[in-house]
């Protein structure tokens, strides 16, 4: 299901709104597995938690082109992250979202530039499981967002 350019801007907004997302990725490769790390690095020490994990998800299945590896890829990582910290108590004692994405390099050999359908889609499957309907700032959906507006113009962002 295609959704447009809508859906990004009501969530995402525009480059300028966005630009913590923005500025992990300028001088970067604005690819899938890059605009984790852009995840990584704005909100890398927040819990790994559902809303996240379907982001991940959506990302690495578009990185790689189809279905992912049940037990070896990013996002298999990320639900028995998810798993865990469901049964701990103490937030410092959680698998955090940087811990999760650090292993990107290795657990995804794939990867392509990021496109307008794969920001709108990256939204929807982290607002599909947020319980305020909402997106992180600064995390997966809008690290995404932000690669693809660089792709789209990387010469004219204004941060």
Do not use: W
């Not at 992990?24 to 690819?31: D, E, K, Y």
């Not at 927040?46 to 994990?53: A, G, I, Q, R």
């Not at 690495?60 to 998810?82: L, M, N, P, Q, Y």
């Not at 990256?122 to 932000?146: D, K, Y």
């Amino acid at each position: 299901m295609m959704f447009g350019f809508g859906l990004l801007k009501q969530y995402a907004g525009t480059t300028e709104q966005i630009s913590t997302a923005a500025e992990a990725l300028v001088g970067r490769s604005t690819t899938l597995t890059e605009a984790l790390k852009a995840a990584a690095i704005n909100v890398g020490r927040k819990p790994v938690e559902t809303t996240d994990l379907a982001a991940i998800k959506e990302v690495e299945a578009r990185a790689i082109g189809g279905d992912i590896e049940s037990d070896g890829g990013v996002t298999a990582v990320a639900s028995k992250a998810v798993a865990r910290n469901q049964k701990i108590g103490e937030d410092n004692e959680k698998t955090n979202l940087g811990d999760v994405i650090a292993e990107i390099d290795v657990k995804v050999t794939r990867d392509r530039e990021v496109t307008s359908e794969d920001a709108e889609a990256v939204i929807r499957a982290e607002l599909n499981h947020s319980p305020f309907n909402n997106i992180i700032p600064g995390g997966v959906a809008e690290s995404v967002t932000a690669a693809y507006k660089l792709n789209c113009n990387p010469c004219n962002v204004s941060l």
